[in-house]
């Protein structure tokens, strides 16, 4: 998954596939544990995907509080 694939996304459907994705991590991490092989390799892009996300996510936030902020400075006449 690409950058601008997540960046087009609204904020819920982000909140959605970060939960499928944590949910195929959590599976993957179940596999290991009791020895079955199958997917090892999808752990660490899948890490990196809910990485990408959560910090896509908090851009997204962040911009948010900044605009409100601005805001609020705007209408106190600062």
Known sequence: MKATDVRTKTVDELDTLLLDLRREQFNL???RATGQTEGVARVRPLRRDIARIKTIASERQRGAETSERQRGAAEKGV
């Open 29 to 31: 991490r179940f596999q």
